[in-house]
């Protein structure tokens, strides 16, 4: 873990973004790996699993170290990520917004989240599918005391031919800018601000986009073994 070497990677990576906040995506990646990133000069970091927040993060982090979760939350396990995380980017269902308040009442918190919209309509992926859904759960939103609507998240297409991926991306990417604005227009007491768009593969097609974070994994860490996991 040459903390030069990430250092060098996180500058020449923000270098290109334009503003836009950089996460470390840290999934199957040990807790040394992630402050030697954090030494190298990243502050947010994003995990997929539950479990892997709970193995890294139970224990104290540095004040400005922000932890994310961003990938499909089970409702069984909500009560055991509100506690360690600064915001939940996956919100895809209004029984999860649900879950999510009761538990940081409980604690005392008011949960950041990111609704995720499904925008390439693919059946494995999460998120929502269309806008009324997501005005469903802007509504409840409004009516719940300790979550808070930032945002809105999506995940570029997967299911698709090498050769049409870019193109599709900046499709999908577009679509979640108009339901951005179609969200600020009938939303205007929410603060829609973040705007998570771009993984390692196609972050700047999420600049180029108006994303307001990338979240990238590969592109920091190297590529994953996903056999010791």
């Known amino acids: 873990m040459d903390i030069e070497i990430y250092r060098n990677t996180i500058k020449d990576i923000e270098a290109k973004l334009q503003g836009t906040r950089l996460m470390a995506v840290s999934k199957t990646r040990t807790i040394e790996e992630v402050m030697a990133v954090y030494e190298a000069g990243a502050r947010l970091f994003g995990e ?42 996956s919100v895809d269902s209004c029984s999860l917004l649900t879950k999510i308040d009761n538990a940081a009442k409980r604690i005392g918190k008011v949960m950041d989240v990111l609704l995720e919209v499904n925008t390439s309509n693919e059946e494995a992926k999460s ?10 759960c802007l509504d409840l939103s409004l ?45 205007p007491q929410i603060d829609f601000g973040i705007m998570s768009m771009g993984m390692s593969g196609d972050y700047m097609i999420g600049v180029r986009n108006g994303s307001t974070e990338v979240r990238i994994g590969t592109a920091i860490f190297g590529a994953r073994d996903y056999s010791k996991k």
Not at 127 to 136: D, H, M, N, T, Y
Not at 145 to 152: A, H, P, Q, Y
């Open 48 to 89: 997929n699993h539950v479990q892997e927040i709970v193995a890294k993060f139970t224990a104290p982090r540095p004040s400005d170290m922000e932890v994310h979760m961003i990938g499909h939350l089970q409702s069984n396990k909500v009560n055991k990520v509100v506690p360690l995380v600064d915001m939940i980017e």
């Open 127 to 136: 998120g929502f599918l269309s806008e009324e859904a997501v005005f469903e």
């Open 143 to 187: 009516t719940l005391e300790n979550v808070r609507v930032r945002g809105l998240m999506t995940v570029g297409p997967v299911d698709c031919m090498p050769e049409e991926k870019d193109e599709l991306t900046d499709k999908a990417f577009k679509s979640l800018v108009a339901l951005k604005k179609k969200c600020i227009e009938k939303y």
